[in-house]
């Protein structure tokens, strides 16, 4: 059973801190995408690539937030540094296009 | 343009009883419209996903209706039970363009 797995599932950190999370998409999925849920904003778009090229990032904050993708099995999201505002729950999804995603189980990021 | 609304924010049906969720949207573009559900601590999961060509689309006890002319659709889950209770996304796309989330519908299936 093919999943989409983010590590780490929880995090809870101080302000200013670094925060990395990463992503492991299914398997043979090309695209890859990040969002952030809030109960304030709903589901967000941050970034999303194609074959590990980024198409668009226009949702994330380019002064604190990068998102790469190192190879095909790996994409990850940093925050530099953190704020109290980047609480949130941080979900992955990849899919072999854009219409059809599978959600990874999210990491609940709290920033202190 | 690119915007979903969707209704309503939260809803409470009593157990087999019919919960109906509506979308509308703007771009007449999109070309696919699919529903996600999530449960608590879970990340969303497609659900069922409809195409303009078709006016409805039934998968158990969840179905589809889409209006083209109105530029609305909605998701109407028949029988509802305990198990269905959860937060419903609809969403739309063009092409290999990102899909556009609705604000989501909280539902509460009272047993």
């Known amino acids: 059973d093919a999943r989409v797995t983010q590590t780490p599932r929880h995090k809870v950190t101080e302000m200013g801190q670094e925060v990395t999370m990463r992503c492991q998409p299914i398997l043979g999925h090309n695209t890859v995408f990040w969002y952030r849920q809030t109960m304030m904003q709903g589901l967000e778009l941050l970034a999303y690539f194609r074959n590990r090229a980024p198409l668009d990032d226009s949702g994330m904050p380019k002064d604190r937030f990068s998102a790469e993708m190192p190879d095909a099995t790996l994409a990850t999201l940093k925050i530099q540094p953190s704020e109290p505002r980047d609480s949130a729950v941080y979900f992955c999804?990849?899919?072999?296009?854009?219409?059809?995603?599978?959600f990874g189980p999210g990491t609940r990021l709290t920033v202190l | 343009q690119q915007q979903v609304k969707q209704s309503p924010q939260s809803l409470i049906v009593q157990k087999g009883g019919i919960s109906i969720i509506n979308c509308a949207y703007e771009n007449t573009a999109f070309d696919y419209f699919p529903w996600y559900q999530q449960f608590p601590g879970k990340g969303p999961a497609l659900l069922i996903a409809i195409r303009p060509d078709v006016s409805e689309k039934k998968e158990g006890r969840f179905t589809i209706s889409f209006n083209k002319s109105a530029k609305q659709f909605s998701l109407h889950i028949m029988d509802s039970q305990p198990g269905d209770s959860a937060t419903y996304f609809c969403a739309a796309i063009v092409g290999f363009q990102k899909l556009v989330f609705g604000t989501g519908t909280r539902l509460l299936v009272s047993p």
């Open positions: 999804a990849s899919g072999e296009s854009t219409d059809t995603q599978y």
